[in-house]
């Protein structure tokens, strides 16, 4: 029998950042990952002004997601293209876009996903003291009034912010704070946590029935032997990569663990009680979480050593001192770009989410990026694409048999566009866009041989 619901929304995703382009069109102003900007870490290695010109193709893209019979869509409005600056005034032909974009997809039935805000910081909030400022709480709350007055009767289920764990913990690679030593990442995160309280809460009021959730990025922890200190280390890994960004909003509070790791780290953070209790009532009603690969982690004893990511990336793992430290697993392959691959860490990751905060699962990311290759005869064999999402999907549906309440899944991405560290080189579409990391030649889009695979998997609804 088929596991998969019979309303399940198979799709994929994308980020404004990193599709769009038209970074000069259409009236958007700049933003912390525009080139322009002086914190945009990865500007020599691609021209991402243009990114996958989805601004000047996104009809041509809905359609071929069309044909791919997508269920659902998840991307990201740009919030510089929607606000223009400090005071709040809005960018007519920003709302113009989406709105098109909107309806072009609930004309070929695919339901959009919406990402409210996927690392593309506004300059203006950036100059106002970014989000490690109590001054963001106005910038988002005036944003997503604008969302929900404009687009909330077009969109079913919106997602607050993408990877708060990965803006936090790996902030140099988006820009939200590169010189990490003056900066405290425990206050940005706790910030981004309220602003996410506060768009749930007036979803709720202004879009009611409407569905509102958390994106962040999942992985299952394993202890690296069965030494007790290493499940301890496991444990640690699991509250600073994983819970506490899902706890304050699911369960309503910090854990004591967490704030005792604050205090000994000399890393405290301002809360106010108005704040802490917006958390008490402000629930979301799914979780959507983007997942790449598992972690393995070892107990550090001593109080030296890295804090935060070990790499310039998302998963190569993490540090904490004197807390937990990745290391790599002895028993999993890895992309050509090192990411450790693992599709039974999916189920497992799966079953940890939904076993501790039963709320139904929305998978927002997950994929490979590689080096595809256009062929001679203008086809790109991405054969190791379809073999990893084989794999994920089989465990995926192993956890719909364990009981875990799914929605969908919108795979990382629908098209190729700029990966956050690597640029153009590393690609995770269905759809090959023909340019180079400077070289733009002509964006045109072409079927790889996962499209072909993911339309026969959908048709099937999750057979293939
Ligand atoms: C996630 C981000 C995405 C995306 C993806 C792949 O962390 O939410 O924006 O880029 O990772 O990562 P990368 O592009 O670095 O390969």
């Not at 995703?13 to 322009?36: C, H, L, N, R, W």
């Not at 693992?342 to 990026?369: A, C, H, K, S």
Request: aromatic fraction near 12%; charged fraction near 25%.
């Amino acid at each position: 029998m088929n596991k998969f619901p019979k309303d399940f929304l198979w799709g994929a995703a994308t980020s404004a950042y990193q599709v769009e382009g038209g970074i000069y069109q259409g009236g958007k102003v700049p933003s912390s990952m525009d080139p322009s900007s002086k914190k945009h870490a990865n500007k020599e290695i691609t021209d991402f002004s243009v990114a996958a010109d989805h601004y000047n193709h996104w009809k041509e893209d809905v359609a071929l997601m069309a044909e791919m019979g997508f269920k659902s869509y998840r991307f990201s409005i740009s919030w510089p293209r929607i606000i223009k600056d400090k005071e709040g005034n809005i960018n007519q032909e920003g709302i113009d876009f989406y709105n098109n974009l909107l309806d072009e997809l609930i004309k070929n039935n695919i339901e959009p996903v919406v990402t409210i805000f996927h690392f593309d910081i506004p300059m203006f909030v950036e100059d106002d003291g970014g989000l490690e400022s109590k001054n963001v709480y106005k910038h988002y709350e005036r944003y997503c009034s604008v969302l929900f007055k404009n687009f909330g009767s077009k969109v079913k289920y919106w997602l607050t912010v993408n990877e708060l764990n990965v803006m936090v913990l790996v902030s140099q690679i988006i820009n939200t704070n590169k010189e990490k030593s003056s900066s405290n990442e425990w206050q940005v995160m706790h910030n981004m946590n309220v602003v996410q309280a506060k768009a749930i809460l007036m979803c709720r009021e202004m879009c009611p029935g409407v569905k509102i959730g958390p994106a962040p990025n999942i992985s299952v922890n394993y202890p690296a032997s069965c030494k007790p200190e290493d499940f301890t280390a496991k444990l640690n890994m699991d509250l600073l990569r994983n819970w506490v960004y899902l706890d304050i909003l699911c369960r309503g509070s910090y854990s004591k663990k967490f704030l005792k790791y604050l205090e000994e780290n000399n890393k405290q953070i301002k809360t106010t009680e108005e704040e802490m209790e917006l958390f008490k009532v402000a629930k979301p009603d799914f979780i959507a979480i983007n997942y790449y690969s598992s972690g393995t982690v070892e107990a550090i004893n001593s109080s030296n050593g890295d804090d935060g990511a070990t790499n310039n990336d998302q998963q190569s793992g993490f540090a904490f001192k004197g807390f937990a430290k990745s290391v790599k697993n002895p028993n999993l392959q890895k992309t050509q770009f090192g990411w450790e691959i693992d599709p039974v860490g999916f189920r497992n990751t799966l079953r940890e989410v939904w076993e501790r905060y039963q709320l139904p699962i929305m998978v927002t990311e997950n994929g490979i990026g590689a080096k595809d290759v256009l062929t001679e005869d203008g086809k790109v064999h991405d054969d190791y694409r379809i073999d990893y999402y084989k794999k994920h999907i089989h465990q995926m549906g192993l956890a719909i048999e364990d009981g875990v309440e799914m929605i969908g899944y919108m795979p990382w991405s629908a098209i190729d566009l700029v990966s956050t560290h690597e640029g153009i080189s590393k690609r995770y579409g269905f759809i090959y866009v023909n340019r180079d990391e400077f070289d733009l030649k002509d964006m045109k889009r072409i079927r790889k041989d996962s499209f072909y695979w993911y339309k026969e998997l959908i048709k099937n609804n999750g057979d293939y």
